[in-house]
């Protein structure tokens, strides 16, 4: 293992020869920052000190800016009239405030919980006062949603950190860094810990704790994705998600570059792209489709050929865009299974997605999965049942106390799915989306995909949802592509023409767009509402 986790750190870069000084300031940094989430840019801004570190819509940040201006951060914080926060909430979109935010509160000590940026006040008031967050940083366009969450906590710090309007608001990220500038925060014994937050389609998400996975899931990311130190990558995948903050944060510790924006868009990725050279895109899967949606004129202005990944994780990728942007921009895709409470599960390679574009991928290494069933009997290869799996992520359980479902040491993934021949992961969808219709077992999944494959089906989305007489029922919500007629009618034949006439939904719904949060989730509790239109 030691033997061949040196050969993959030399094979990207990690290990290199640099100059004796370095290794000195490399190793003072460790042992300022300790073995933290954020210890990789403390160790970028000894070892590439000049490389920029952010690229934002405000410009470039080098690795020693982005270091001078987190410790000038965390001084202001431990300065604050209510003392030092124990607990910190992050509500911000991409840039530099964020990443800013997050390394201060990190060398205070505090406890770190990243917000979506998608929360609503009641939502957010109630995940501000389960995780007891005693200063809040967040953007001008949340003031709304964070004014309604702590009307009833006067006594939390609120800093805001992106702001068109700097003179209206008495405390910000900048003004606190200008004010506290060359200053280093006060030495701390308290290790913080990160506190990420479960999707909570269904219902309000769950803080889940992390131990981290060490060297193992290190080497796991870098024998799979061709990761490079000391080149760009472009994060557009939002970095308060688990899977936006984990590239971010490999990012630094690699010395890259990061290129980001504030709000997703299309065609500024792809320049974003082309304009800095960048080997590396991360991305959620909604956004290959968003890319695949431009004009082929406009997209085609780009060429995207500096990239050797493009790299997405947090919900289903859809085979059919996978299979057109390799074609259109190379064998690239690397379609990561990651759970928030369980890391890095499986990656499916390019070669993996040519052969199965629906792949989740063969498991990481380092990480065991098991199918199993009902009684925790494993299923034979093909057959459906419960995700099970075992790695060094160790998950430390819920804020709330609560835990996860173990079986002989492996942990359930909250999924089921089957595994191949090949030894291919599919995932086939929550454990709790399966429905019995009529005495029938139905994963919602297997319909998704059959209406997908109709010509006039851009996008569609299947669910469950309570029926008096059958017990549950399916509903699908599609989106028809652009010019088309198709009828329900039309697609409820094509459906019952390639599965059998129980799965079969009842209502299919066409929107014009389905409704996602800021990860590219589908929110199942906004295609709720439409049912209860449609009643």
């Avoid at 380092?366 to 290869?381: M, S």
Wanted: proline share 5%.
């Amino acid at each position: 293992m030691a033997f061949g986790l040196l050969g993959t750190l030399v094979r990207a870069g990690i290990i290199a020869p640099l100059r004796p000084d370095k290794y000195v300031r490399m190793a003072a940094a460790i042992r300022r920052e300790g073995l933290s989430f954020t210890m990789g840019f403390a160790l970028a801004a000894q070892r590439c000190p000049n490389r920029a570190a952010l690229i934002d819509e405000l410009g470039s940040l080098t690795f020693r800016e982005l270091d001078q201006r987190a410790d000038a951060l965390a001084s202001a914080l431990q300065s604050l009239p209510g003392g030092t926060p124990t607990v910190v909430a992050i509500m911000c979109r991409n840039h530099r405030g964020f990443v800013e935010a997050l390394i201060a509160a990190n060398r205070i000590g505090a406890d770190v919980l990243l917000l979506n940026t998608s929360f609503a006040g009641p939502a957010l008031a109630d995940v501000v006062e389960r995780e007891g967050a005693d200063a809040v940083i967040y953007d001008e366009e949340f003031t709304e949603s964070v004014d309604r969450a702590l009307a009833d906590r006067p006594e939390t710090t609120r800093v805001v950190a992106w702001t068109d309007h700097p003179d209206s608001h008495a405390t910000t990220v900048e003004k606190l860094i200008t004010s506290h500038r060359g200053e280093r925060p006060a030495r701390t014994e308290h290790t913080g810990r990160l506190i990420l937050l479960t999707s909570g389609t269904t219902g309000n998400p769950k803080g889940a704790k992390h131990s981290g996975g060490g060297a193992t899931e290190l080497k796991a990311i870098l024998d799979r994705v061709p990761w490079h130190t000391e080149e760009t990558t472009v994060v557009v995948a939002p970095m308060f998600h688990a899977w936006g903050f984990s590239q971010l944060v490999f990012a630094a510790s690699l010395g890259c570059t990061i290129a980001t924006r504030r709000k997703f868009d299309p065609e500024a990725t792809l320049d974003l792209v082309d304009r800095y050279q960048a080997t590396g895109l991360c991305v959620v899967p909604v956004m290959f489709d968003r890319i695949m949606d431009l004009p082929d004129d406009v997209r085609r202005r780009y060429s995207g050929r500096s990239l050797k990944f493009a790299t997405a994780s947090g919900s289903r990728m859809r085979p059919d865009v996978v299979t057109r942007f390799m074609d259109e921009f190379g064998d690239i895709i690397y379609n990561n299974y990651n759970a928030t409470e369980a890391g890095m599960i499986a990656t499916a390679t390019p070669e993996d997605l040519r052969a199965a574009p629906d792949t989740a991928g063969k498991p990481a290494v380092g990480t065991e999965i098991r199918i199993l069933d009902g009684d925790h009997r494993p299923v034979p290869t093909g057959e459906v049942g419960q995700i099970f799996v075992r790695n060094s992520n160790r998950f430390d359980g819920y804020t709330s106390g609560a835990g996860k479902d173990f079986h002989d040491g492996f942990m359930a993934s909250g999924d089921v799915g089957r595994l191949d021949e090949a030894g291919r992961l599919y995932v086939v969808g929550r454990d709790d989306e399966m429905i019995v219709s009529g005495g029938e077992n139905v994963y919602p999944i297997e319909v998704e995909k059959t209406l997908a494959l109709h010509p006039g089906v851009a996008e569609a989305t299947v669910m469950g949802v309570d029926d008096e007489q059958y017990g549950q029922r399916l509903a699908a919500f599609v989106v028809l592509t652009q010019g088309d007629s198709a009828t329900v009618d039309d697609l409820k034949q094509h459906v019952r023409e390639n599965l059998a006439n129980y799965k079969v939904p009842r209502e299919i719904i066409v929107l014009d767009e389905l409704p996602r949060g800021s990860t590219g989730k589908i929110s199942r509790r906004d295609l709720l509402s439409h049912i209860d239109t449609q009643a």
